[in-house]
């Protein structure tokens, strides 16, 4: 059962996320404007790097990572982090081809396809209802508005 | 070409937080970003060869700075968030309302970088605001 509380820190976290995206565009942004960072894949590859150190010291601090029968969860979150920075990658491809009116609404569809995919895959543990629904297509409409805007 | 890499960009984020949805709960969240961060790391670090080799001999420090503040302030804090985000109500909400990244971007691009909000930017706004609501409502 899933209390209100948890609920809220959900709902908390998931906007918190969407605030350290959002805000790292502009910062790289900003950051290639000033830095005069001509090689936006090299400041990425500099941003994960510097990522990866802080958060091995803070696992070593909370006491180490005990992998012993957890491979399954090694492995998948092994996969969505290759496919999270494949996507970087792929939509800096995409707008390197096409202009940014072309990539973006089809880059911002891909809520739609993880409630697609947790329907069909995972039914009974991601139950989808229409406010979800509208909910994650007006967001995306949203987005794409921002973007082109 | 440009159509399949954005085409590819929705997949690879889409399934992104279903495998997310599959890892939650087995180890540590903190753990699994950790883990998560040394794929990515593997990823880039292979891209900028491919794609940029020689953009090693082109940084300045005040790019690593920059770009180093960028990965603690905004990379880990990101994941971390989305993944414990993702344990607690499921990977269709989580993954729905951090795609709200734009309407922070605007925000943050507004008060720091003075751009203009322009008509579509608002209407996109309310997209966004009505849409979280939806998602976060009690049904």
């Given at each position: 059962m899933i209390t209100r509380k948890v609920l809220l820190w959900g709902y908390?976290?998931?906007?918190?996320?969407?605030?350290?995206?959002?805000?790292?565009s502009v910062l790289v942004r900003y950051g290639v404007g000033v830095a005069h960072l001509t090689t936006p894949l090299m400041g990425a590859l500099i941003?994960?790097?510097t990522g990866t150190a802080v958060t091995f010291i803070?696992?070593?601090?909370?006491?180490?990572?005990?992998?012993?029968?957890?491979?399954?969860?090694?492995?998948?979150?092994?996969?969505s982090g290759v496919a999270g920075s494949l996507g970087v990658l792929f939509q800096f491809l995409a707008l390197s081809l096409t202009p940014v009116t072309v990539a973006s609404p089809l880059v911002n569809t891909y809520p739609l396809f993880t409630l697609l995919v947790a329907h069909i895959f995972m039914g009974r543990r991601e139950r989808l209802t229409w406010s979800i629904i509208i909910g994650a297509t007006l967001i995306m409409l949203g987005g794409t508005l921002i973007t082109l805007g | 070409m440009g159509i399949l890499f954005a085409i590819l960009a929705s997949l690879s984020w889409g399934l992104s937080g279903i495998l997310a949805r599959l890892a939650v709960g087995s180890i540590g969240t903190l753990a699994g970003t950790f883990i998560s961060?040394?794929?990515?790391?593997?990823?880039?670090?292979?891209?900028?060869?491919?794609?940029?080799?020689?953009s090693f001999l082109v940084l300045t420090?005040?790019?690593?700075?920059?770009?180093?503040?960028?990965?603690?302030?905004?990379?880990?804090?990101?994941?971390?968030?989305?993944?414990?985000?993702?344990?607690?109500?499921?990977?269709?909400?989580?993954?729905?309302?951090?795609?709200?990244?734009?309407?922070?971007?605007?925000?943050?691009?507004?008060?720091?970088?003075?751009?203009?909000?322009t008509m579509p930017i608002l209407v996109g706004i309310l997209c966004i605001v009505a849409g979280a609501y939806l998602i976060a409502r009690r049904t």
């Open positions: 908390v976290l998931s906007v918190g996320a969407a605030f350290f995206w959002g805000s790292t941003a994960v790097a803070g696992v070593c601090g909370a006491g180490g990572i005990n992998v012993a029968g957890q491979r399954r969860g090694v492995v998948f979150y092994l996969l | 961060l040394v794929a990515s790391l593997a990823v880039i670090a292979g891209a900028v060869l491919v794609f940029q080799p020689g420090l005040s790019a690593v700075l920059w770009f180093a503040f960028i990965g603690v302030v905004s990379y880990l804090p990101g994941r971390y968030s989305q993944y414990k985000g993702i344990e607690l109500i499921g990977a269709s909400r989580a993954v729905a309302l951090s795609a709200v990244g734009p309407l922070f971007a605007m925000v943050v691009a507004v008060i720091f970088l003075k751009e203009a909000v």
